[in-house]
């Protein structure tokens, strides 16, 4: 991907600092004639805004999108829909505290972008961390509400699977669970825990990582392409391009490492529908590059906040050593917000994938194919 | 990255299947007057080649490389250097048996890509995987050949530190070791250990997974770029995009999940040629997408090789249950060849990088910088 | 190029409808630290401007740009200068009259983009051309205002040269005159003629084409490049993308045809800097699409504005003949608003191309090369 | 377009220098399933090669093409088809005489890329023009071939309408006489005329400029994008690109300059089959950068042969004056060979189009709409 601009046939390019006057993204390459309104934007903006709990930084932005270009009404149907030209979505900044940040002006912050941003453009955006700002990823919420509306079928979700060194328990994994609580949790129980643990970390000034799961199903076989364009390679890319993302595995991920081949290779039998069904998931419903039809699984983790209360040796942009403690207002565990925009950047992906396979093979071929001489 | 094509600026194509009669790539926008010789590309290609121990596939290929294009003699050093347009690397095939899949011509084989590339595409190409074989992972190693070639003081090195489920001990890590065993593994005594493990699994007729680590020394400060050209959003990218690669982390990774802020991010001192020192490389020399200067260091999952002798519960193309036991010959663990495939796909990664970066900023602003009014 | 994006190292994608509430770019991938202010951008936008003469359209837009990101206050010069990062500009449309538009919604206007846009997409935004509207390229311009700093010592002018039938005299062409006169042309005699003989069209409701040339001086030899990414290649695109224009060449252009390769090709000499000096410029600065260092010059044509007053046979989106006569407000030779739209599609092209360069070659070789052996 | 890739979605690469063991191109992205035999690629390749009558340059080269991936035989149907995968198509040199240019080797042609590469890359190929040399559009030939076989039912036909100052009576136009005379000309009276005039301009030393029409007849209607991804602007880079390609125009082109807008706006009527008739075709089948579904026609200069007999002035790399006279084997009209290569060009650019559109809006909406209430 190029600079500030994201896939290929379904293209978004986002734009904007954490104290700029607004943030937003022009998407490109939509399909035409998809109803679309600002409200089912907002809808995925509104879980990924921040100051909703304690959990979460208390910057007060409604992140009240508006879309600029790219919609029209239809006259039959009275419906806005994508004209298939840009779409521009606006949002603007309204809680900026720049002088929060004037006493670090100079001043790099350990595990954040300041000094290789300083180092490659000789240019230290210091309020709020500029361009490199987790508030970026409202951008890609706004791309993403439109990209889940081009995959006929589609569904992608995402939960927070571990905070800090706990995990949840699998056995109670309920996607009906993950909006009942500020983490987006799918395992009740743990949630309760989260809140209390989190508190702490809180309390203490200081932050912790987390682990983030995210299943699309709805995937049609088929889509992905050989080598450089491999749907697990472009979704690789897209969770790692999310600010304080580490690590992505796909299907079992690092787990395949210590497994024999008759474990992790998934047997096919012939289903009800005349389809393949696959009896097992270990590869994550990608194989070669390429969607099997299964649920695709992909899983992230998140370090913990780098901006936290507890004092920091580091150095200025004038070349001295100094200390740093970060004041402003930030997010205990930045993984919780990274739930939504990890759904968004899965939905981009898939479209853009959807796009470019149509376009290269079309309708395509009915499977199974008729036995020569048949 | 589009289909076949790897990079931006530093680009190559790659092209052929396991059983055609050649495989190869062509690389594009390398820079001029880079002393070139297919000995050069040869000498990385030798570590890659199969059939060098009982540990790899008994395939006898040599994968002699010919340069067909893009070097020319420089009258005043003698020397055949590239020219700054496209280079042709050519590696015959010659040791392809496709009747030992003759067998198998119309059967999936579970954990490969025949089922995803005929549901996308409609054709079948049973020979050895087709343009989904790891063959084609030579041309990555040819190509990279060349990118090592690209940034002044770049190293790039790559070890195997686990193999099934038996890790390294990370106290006797020694480079040195690396091309002492047939494992490219830094490990003495536990490359002993793994002789006497991958033999029993290959007389099993099983495989199991690995994982490779990848450091990256010499990669200059500030190349990368936000926010969807992230290096470390590239090399996931990149190293995903290898066969049977299913995760990939950026220094401590998923570790990062379980961690504390204070613990996490790297503190910064002012070292004595006045660059700045960081205390620690939990970042893995990425920091917002952007390289800090420090090593940059990448590990990924490689799982067990599908192909085993072993029965196992298929469908065909015609839509019918079967069972598959794929003879042929193949790695009892691919990830052991992974590590030059590795260690090329990096070097891409950063010489596209550095052209990109120097494109942007071209020589940049001296770090640190004056003080205003001073 | 992709849909609404533009270049490769230097890039902007444009959004927006010639009726909606804004039109504008993002424009990414610029180099940090040059001083911009939305001033610099204005006084370009200025010069497209509709509403200025009777000769153009008579809607009223002021075309204020507006800098949402991308630039930063450097503390040391007190200058806002660009981050590196995208900068978005922003243009509100202010006097769109969309009921002009409501008699002719269901009608395709002749020699517009409405049926191929509805054929294409199914949507047909009548009002004032939508997307295909030529109020698109003050986005162009605001973007070329941009470029114009990026590549040290270039300097971009263009002028009409013909309109309707009647050229220019090129014995008093004066590159000083364009300003002088609502037509920007270099020859004052005919800018009169252009006044009585543009009255008479508009009175007519009828509408006529011209040509445009665009003289870029300073553009360093050696940038641009072989084989699809030549120079002369994106010039041509670059061009043509211009709403309206039918026809591009570069240098001597079609009379290259009728010339023997004696008159063609420019002979050489060392200048008195030790330089090449091409005894004339029938390349037009461009030879196997690589800048020669000379000027390079353009010339395009811009076909008579479709909007017309006289009654013209069309079919409406239901599929009924019908006859359309578009009253609206519009430009009676479109090609005068053409002038620094063109100026600003040639200093992106030339910017990119430095970069691109740039990027490949770094600071290259400097010329002559010392003989070998001596 | 990147370095030396061409296309987006169907893409192709090529690679190779003049004097160079090989050259050819990587096809990627095309649809799979299509019939491919090398017999299919070499009937194109035929049209362009090189030593076929006096009129062309004396090199033998047979222009043999292999297909070295990409395609597999379809176990139904016998044929060989592509795979959606890589396809390399190689062509081997066999008649270089690098000899012929020893004398020259430090001195720039005038009107070639000598000068301007070597001001580049500092690398100077002086072998029949190395990269620059048009013997590169015997790749562009091969890909066209497989690019024509795309969409369904196109048609891509050049021919030469302008030799010099001489231009055909387009009243004698007839496609049935292209193939009737060395010179690819559709006037045959004309064809007898350039017989005599090239032999007088070949016995003088000298060469001469070409003007070569292309049209495409069945583009549906609908490819193209907004705004800079139009097919127009597409066209006018691919036909650029060709070598010694000075200017290009679609439809009335230049020419529209001069007109009215009733003139030139094309009016439209419901056909028999209630589709749109056009009821002239002045904008060449493409309005706003989409195709109206009218015949695509474009027509482009060739410049004269900058290798001549003659002597002239230049100067060498160690920054010389001296004197060149070219020997060689050379075209007295380079503008004949180019008029295969424009149909490649033509056919691949709406290839790319075709499949880039069916991306973004698939089967797309039947046109004419159903009235809203009805």
Redesign the interface.
Known sequence: ??????G??F?F?????SH?????C?V??????IPLTAADIQHHLDKRRPGQSRFTTQRQEPDAVKI???V?R???TGQD?T??????LLIENVDQRSKDYSDIKDK??????G?????????H?YRGG???SAR?TASRVAAGAVARRIVPGLSVRAALV?M??HKIDRSRFDWNEVDNNPFFCPDPVQAEFYATYLDS?RKEG??????IEVVAEGVP??????????L??????????I?AV?????????????????????????GND?K?VF?SN???GI???????QPVVARF????????L?P??????????TEILTKGRHDPCV?IRAVPVAEAMVACVIADHY????????E??A????????
């Open positions: 991907m190029s600079f500030n601009t994201f290929q046939m293209r390019t986002t734009f904007g600092e700029g006057p607004a943030i937003g022009v490109d390459g939509c399909p035409p004639r600029m270009s790219g029209f239809d006259e039959a829909v004209t298939g030209t840009p779409i521009l790099y912050r350990p595990g954040h972008a000094y290789v941003y300083d180092a490659k453009y000789g240019v955006d500029g361009r490199a970026e571990q800090g060194p970390v200081s932050s912790v990582g987390a682990v076989a088929g889509i992905g392409a050989p080598v450089y364009g491999k697990d390679a472009d979704l690789a890319a897209a969770l790692m391009s600010n580490k690590a992505v595995e796909i299907g079992d991920g690092f787990a395949t490492a210590a497994m024999r081949g008759e474990e992790n290779a998934d047997e096919m039998r012939i005349n393949p009896l270990h590869a994550g194989l070669g590059g390429i969607a099997t039809g983790a998140v370090k913990p906040t780098s901006s936290i507890t920091r040796q580091t150095v200025d942009r004038y070349g001295r050593d993984g796009l470019r396979h149509r376009g290269q093979v079309g395509g071929r499977w199974p194919f008729p036995m020569p001489g048949a």
